[in-house]
T-cell receptor, first 116, second 116 residues
Framework: GAVVSQHPSRVICKSGTSVKIECRSLDFQATTMFWYRQFPKKSLMLMATSNEGSKATYEQGVEKDKFLINHASLTLSTLTVTSAHPEDSSFYIC????????????FGEGSWLTVV | AQKITQTQPGMFVQEKEAVTLDCTYDTSDPSYGLFWYKQPSSGEMIFLIYQGSYDQQNATEGRYSLNFQKARKSANLVISASQLGDSAMYFCAMREGRDSNYQLIWGAGTKLIIKP
């Protein structure tokens, strides 16, 4: 069935570098992608909503220049954490609705980011 | 005000017993949907069950059922015959408005631990 493939599942990067996380929809067109951040033992926090071919809508308090989101195609959305700092270490997860199947919302497997 | 409230931060349940995870919601929109997700320690979000506000019957999916009490604005998840593999975080989420709105509002989650 349809899934969202998210990579990398785990990444360690040095402070000051950038890291890109990809979410690909398989077998369906992801016109919308939601990007979440999750702190340990906490709920999902919506960072931004991206729509294919347009600029992402960021939630209040989320730095647009730090968390760059690109949704250039119907099957790929990327989140780039720029100039990463240790406080950016977190679990990031994407989700996309399959609009053709009603209420189905698919999640990626998530990415554990550690900035050292 | 919290739109989704999960009052149980953690629960311990004996294996094979049934367990009820509480979820109350707050919305003035007559059209909404309620979701339950399971998140094991690996981080992936596993869809369990969905209830639409206009659905006449409580949703069921295998061992999962949703006790939907619309007047009380509650949507408790019931897991029958719990198994060790049910140990995970459980999140209740709501989508408000028309079906075209896929943005979810999340509860704080309940950590469920099944004891052998």
């Amino acid at each position: 069935g349809a899934v969202v493939s998210q990579h990398p599942s785990r990444v360690i990067c040095k402070s000051g570098t950038s890291v890109k996380i990809e979410c690909r929809s398989l077998d369906f067109q992801a016109t919308t992608m939601f990007w979440y951040r999750q702190f340990p033992k906490k709920s999902l926090m919506l960072m931004a909503t991206s729509n294919e071919g347009s600029k992402a809508t960021y939630e209040q308090g989320v730095e647009k220049d730090k968390f760059l989101i690109n949704h250039a195609s119907l099957t790929l959305s990327t989140l780039t954490v720029t100039s990463a700092h240790p406080e950016d270490s977190s679990f990031y997860i994407c989700s996309a609705p399959d609009r053709a199947s009603g209420n189905t919302i698919y999640f990626g497997e998530g990415s554990w980011l550690t900035v050292v | 005000a919290q739109k989704i409230t999960q009052t149980q931060p953690g629960m311990f349940v004996q294996e094979k017993e049934a367990v009820t995870l509480d979820c109350t919601y707050d919305t003035s929109d007559p059209s909404y949907g309620l979701f339950w997700y399971k998140q094991p320690s690996s981080g992936e979000m596993i869809f369990l069950i969905y209830q639409g506000s206009y659905d006449q019957q409580n949703a069921t999916e295998g061992r999962y059922s949703l006790n939907f009490q619309k007047a009380r604005k509650s949507a408790n998840l019931v897991i029958s015959a719990s198994q060790l593999g049910d140990s995970a975080m459980y999140f209740c989420a709501m989508r408000e408005g028309r079906d075209s709105n896929y943005q979810l509002i999340w509860g704080a989650g309940t950590k469920l631990i099944i004891k052998p």
